[in-house]
């Protein structure tokens, strides 16, 4: 069991930058891999970027492939989400995810923990 906080949504206009936290308590993600989705108003959660803890391995949506990027601080048991150059269609809701030992994974039912969410709007 490990809990999710995500931090650093915010209001920012088009082709500006975020950069989202997700801080994990409990247990270390050392054997997890961690996932951000993203879930705008009236759609639904669809997958953004994963990360497996062990070797850093990663996968991105086609959306956002070149413009964010996933990373993790081990010493403080955080993953970031670097968002660059974003549109508006990237408003949405950001969700942090982790799910225990295996390959990196898009669907949101294969993920165990969630976090609460965090706010991100781009104004054009």
């Known amino acids: 069991q490990v809990q999710l906080v995500e931090s ?15 801080a994990a308590s409990g247990r270390t993600f050392s054997s997890y891999t961690i996932g951000w989705f993203r879930q705008a108003p ?5 997958f ?14 086609g959306s956002v492939k070149g413009r964010f990027t996933i990373s993790r601080d081990n010493a403080k048991n955080t993953v970031y ?3 660059n150059s974003l549109k508006p269609e990237d408003t949405a809701v950001y969700y942090c995810a982790a799910k225990t030992w295996g390959g990196l994974r898009v669907g949101v039912n294969e993920y165990d ?3 609460q969410g965090t706010q991100a709007t781009v104004s054009s």
């Open 8 to 22: 650093g949504g915010g209001l920012v206009q088009a082709g500006a930058s975020l950069r989202l936290s997700c």
């Open 42 to 46: 009236g759609k639904e959660r669809v």
């Open 48 to 61: 953004v970027a994963a990360i497996r803890w062990s070797d850093t391995s990663t996968l991105y949506a």
């Open 81 to 83: 989400l670097q968002m």
């Open 113 to 115: 923990y969630w976090g």
